[in-house]
């Protein structure tokens, strides 16, 4: 989005999408997005030294997945680490290793805190000493 500064990277949903040397983050950039979002995403992809891919505000999810998807060589399936909670309204069925859905390009989804309540979450976050949006604290 407009003065996201150096640490995001613009993508087009055009692969290919070379291999990231370092974690891979992904990030759809909306219009509507709080800037507090966009300060937590930068500062967080800098101290943690993650590779971030974001799509152009208008690419649609699904395109933007199915071109990652798609750059993968022949026969490397592609997984992606969700923070998807069971109380979260589009956690469905989902187990802790769920396929995408059938509108969606192949992949596995990996939900390690699907079982999380709300206080577990926040507990991670302050026994880590971890960032999280500021708009929490308001």
């Not at 937590?40 to 997945?65: C, I, K, N, P, W």
């Not at 989804?109 to 302050?126: A, C, D, I, M, S």
Request: with cysteine.
């Amino acid at each position: 989005g407009d003065g996201d500064g150096e640490a995001l990277t613009t993508a087009t949903t055009q692969p290919p999408f070379p291999p990231p040397l370092r974690p891979r983050v992904i990030y759809f950039d909306h219009r509507d997005e709080f800037p507090e979002v966009l300060d937590l995403l930068r500062s967080t992809v800098l101290q943690y030294d993650l590779d971030m891919l974001a799509f152009e505000r208008d690419t649609q999810f699904g395109d933007g997945l199915r071109a990652l998807v798609d750059s993968q060589p022949r026969g490397h399936p592609m997984a992606f680490v969700l923070g998807t909670r069971t109380s979260d309204p589009n956690a469905g069925s989902q187990g802790k290793f769920a396929p995408s859905s059938h509108y969606m390009p192949p992949f596995m989804r990996v939900n390690p805190v699907l079982e999380w309540t709300y206080g577990h979450v926040w507990h991670f976050l302050r026994l880590f000493q971890l960032p999280y949006c500021s708009l929490y604290d308001r």
